[in-house]
């Protein structure tokens, strides 16, 4: 199979799978969503040897190094969340069907607009990292934005209800932001290149060196603000624990491993050109204030936390701190380490919402407080929350040790220790507050036994397979993986060749 028709199955299969889903009955549109998500993770995963070395691009679809990078969480979540599914929908399916009725009317609507909502909304975010063009990608972002949200209110409750219209209001006043910062680039782009411009990625890269600096400097900040608050950058962060906390166990996995990730790459595409246009000690000083916001308040925030879910939110905020801060290093190891970080934060996150679908459905609860003895009810369930929660934590042999080493060993050699110091301190802080919670309610003995049962093999299976990814990127990552993300982080430096 040609690079090309990669592209062409990563774009258009999942929108395939949101049309079939509007028809399908339930059995069918599930299986369809778990045949599709497979397919486009091979896909994805296919892409990385040639993207390593080169660009390829078919119409108005584009993929290089960086962009590869951000496909595969995207790729990998989808696969899981899809298998996931199947079970976290199954008792609901088994027992709307005896029903009958009513009941199987109404599940049968909450089925179609989940399937329907939960391809579309991957589909756009394979759309984002693939778009040529600044104005394709804000597209695509607003695209995941409205998808999204319809998908945080599908429980139809009234937590669920405010959670979306917050992250409605929220997010699309930063994108509107997001949409200036487009208009201010296009500024600098014509400038150079004529009003003909269209804000295609090599054009730009190519001719930054001679764009005016003050439209570019605005541009940046402008980007940072509007795109940092689908990232979940402080201040604009407060939308993400309610959406995180309310929307279904799936969703919220693919909102922070993967859309919180597509959103930062939107940042990074500004940052590859103001770099080469103002050097790199404005967007580096920029990103590091944000990032230091975010992971002091996530710190903080981890400590006192009493929902189990938006303790995971709050992680996100946490790790989408250290990515800024270690961009902010201006190191090619810590870019690395950044790049590393985005996968494997979304195999640790991702599994960590999983884990906690499982226990919430189980316990019928989210409080961290009526939670306990998760290993005594769960056996499989238990362990790998329990492994992802470590993972998280940057503990070995995972993949984000590796990653936030990199970041702190990259920031040291550049010289910046006390922005090192400074990271270590806080993620000290962080691991803390997120360990702490979460071997209470896996390791206390519960005040009654109970039976141990896990609700579906197909909610177990998901988790395996990203704890697994989480090991090879700790212990050994591929060496085409390693290729990408060293010509990925060149990229970010201005040291690869368009």
């Known amino acids: ?62 993929v290089d190094a960086l962009s590869e990078v951000f496909l595969l969480p995207t790729g990998l979540l989808y696969a899981a969340a899809a298998a996931f599914s199947i079970g976290y929908l199954g008792d609901e399916a088994r027992q709307a069907a005896a029903s009958g009725g009513h009941r199987q009317r109404l599940f049968s609507r909450y089925s179609r607009l989940f399937f329907v909502g939960f391809n579309a909304f991957a589909w756009s975010m ?114 993400l624990p309610d959406a995180h906390a309310e929307a279904p166990t799936p969703v919220s996995a693919l909102l922070s491993g993967s859309l919180l990730a597509v959103s930062f790459y939107a940042i990074l595409r500004y940052d590859e050109v103001t770099r080469i246009t103002v050097g790199d000690r404005f967007p580096q000083g920029v990103l590091l204030v944000f990032g230091v916001a975010s992971l002091l308040l996530a710190s903080l925030s981890l400590l006192q936390q009493a929902d189990l879910k938006r303790l995971l939110a709050y992680s996100s905020v946490e790790h989408m701190g250290i990515l800024a801060i270690g961009i902010s290093f201006g190191s090619p190891l810590a870019a690395v380490g950044v790049l590393l970080h985005v996968l494997a ?15 919430v459905r189980v316990f019928r609860t989210k409080s961290l407080a009526r939670i306990r003895g998760v290993l005594d009810r769960l056996p499989w369930t238990g362990p790998l929350l329990l492994a992802s929660i470590l993972a998280l934590c940057a503990m070995p042999p995972f993949g984000l040790f590796r990653s ?95």
């Open 126 to 239: 394979f759309c984002a990292p693939m778009a040529d063009g600044l104005a394709l990608l804000w597209i695509a972002v607003e695209v995941t934005t409205v998808v999204s949200a319809l998908l945080v209110a599908l429980d139809n409750t009234e937590g669920a209800t405010e959670a979306a219209w917050k992250y409605v209001l929220i997010a699309s006043c930063g994108l509107g932001i997001a949409l200036l910062a487009t208009i201010v680039m296009y500024y600098a782009g014509a400038q150079a290149m004529g009003q003909s411009y269209d804000l295609a990625l090599d054009p730009l890269v190519a001719h930054a060196a001679q764009l005016p600096q003050t439209p570019v400097r605005l541009a940046f900040v402008l980007a940072v603000v509007g795109f940092g608050t689908k990232v979940g950058l402080f201040p604009m962060h407060t939308w």
């Open 345 to 359: 934060h979304a195999a640790a996150k991702g599994n960590a919402f999983l884990g906690a679908g499982v226990v």
């Open 404 to 498: 936030e080493f990199d970041i702190v060993a990259g920031g040291i050699g550049a010289g910046q220790h006390t922005a090192g110091a400074i990271l270590v301190i806080l993620v000290t802080i962080a691991f803390l507050g997120l360990l702490g919670s979460v071997v209470r309610l896996v390791l206390t003995s519960p005040a009654t036994a109970a039976p141990g049962r896990e609700p579906s093999a197909w909610m177990v299976v998901p988790m395996v397979g990203l704890l697994a990814v989480l090991l090879v990127l700790g212990v050994h990552p591929p060496e085409d993986l390693s290729t990408l993300l060293s010509a990925a982080a060149g990229q970010l430096a201005g040291a690869v060749a368009r």
């Open 1 to 62: 199979m040609s690079t090309a028709t990669l592209l062409l199955v990563v774009g258009t299969l999942p929108a395939l799978a949101t049309l079939l889903c509007v028809v399908l009955p339930h059995r069918a549109a599930a299986a369809v969503t778990l045949a599709v998500a497979l397919v486009c993770l091979a896909a994805v995963i296919r892409l990385v040897p040639p993207t390593a070395h080169g660009v390829v691009a078919l119409g108005f679809l584009r």
